[in-house]
């Protein structure tokens, strides 16, 4: 059974993915801690490629160097899965959450994160689903949101990432979690406007503090002495 932890939320606007990160590590630390609750982390961040523990570089279809003129910088990160994109249009979540507070597995966590999502995406009349064998969330046979976690001493890192009306050619520069043939769509595309990242970030909230069973709150903490310089 759930226990009614509270969920407190941060959202850092459009932020570097590396700067993004390194606050996530620091409130990683804060919540092993117990110095304060689990924490949802949302940011929107410039184009990027990410790669995951299992990923492989012949993911990426482009070169480097014609990833650096188009803007699109590459990171290697410590969630599970393959290749991911992030950038402008695309909600990005992170969730620092204590397991053992939530759930009794791993598994059981990811159903619900992804539960979180297709939960969101139903109000706005898109019926989402999973795959089995391929990680996120899908409608239409095409995937909407991503999902990769990270676990370390019982504290999750990471989280998903919802497509609300990013670039989606974009997707083209990678092989999307390493699936072939794989269709990448929008909040945006299927239904026709853009509703806007606050606007799914504010319904994704109220699915995080439904799904498990908390109340939502914003942060208390000091998120400006905590985030490193931006790089030059």
Known sequence: MLVAHPLDWIDLGRVGYEEAFALQLHLHALRRAGEIADTILIQENPPVITLGRSASEANILRPREELQKLGVSVIEVSRGGDVSYHGPGQLVVSAIMRLRDRVSSIHEYLRLIEQVVMDTLSGYGIQAERVDGASGVWTQGRKIAA??????????????????????????????????????????????????????????????????????????????????????
């Open 147 to 232: 999902v990769g976690i990270a676990i370390s001493h019982g504290v999750t890192l990471h989280g998903l990432a919802v497509n609300v009306d990013p670039d989606l050619s974009h997707f083209g520069l990678i092989r999307p979690c390493g699936l072939e043939n794989t269709g990448v769509t929008s909040i945006a595309a299927i239904t026709g406007s853009d509703p806007g990242l606050i606007d799914v970030r504010d319904r994704l909230l109220g699915e995080f503090g439904r799904v498990f069973e908390g109340p939502v709150r914003p942060s208390g903490v000091d998120v400006a002495r905590l985030m490193p310089a931006p790089k030059e």
